[in-house]
């Protein structure tokens, strides 16, 4: 079984690499029930999470990460991971800086699902 630095590692180049190719693909991450704060919005369950997504006010989006820190989050083998980073949506030239959390909890089957997932864009000045 790979350390929970590995998996948050893998994990995060996933997410980011789906988010900016198709959204609507993260879906499999979030299979259980949780609460995602998402600009200030509690939003519950895999379809309003995914359609929260997939209806943000841009088409091209590019994440690029500066920070990403794990560490194991319960005794079942959760991690919670933090992600700093900069995003430029469409034809942007000034990135947009954000900070991302999630929390990973084992599916059981040797894979990790979202429980929880924070998002939020950092304004400057």
Known sequence: MADFNTIAQQFTEFYYNTFDQDRKNLAALYVRRHLEPLYSAAIQGVAG??????????????????????????????????????????EEQRPMNYTQVFQLLPDGSGSYYVFNDAFRLIYTG
Not at 52 to 68: D, G, I, N, Q, Y
């Open 49 to 90: 999470i995914i359609e929260k997504l997939t209806t943000l006010p841009f088409e091209k989006v590019a994440h690029k990460v500066s920070t990403l820190d794990a560490q194991p989050s319960n005794e079942s083998g959760g991690i919670l991971v933090m992600v700093t980073g900069a995003l430029l949506v469409d």
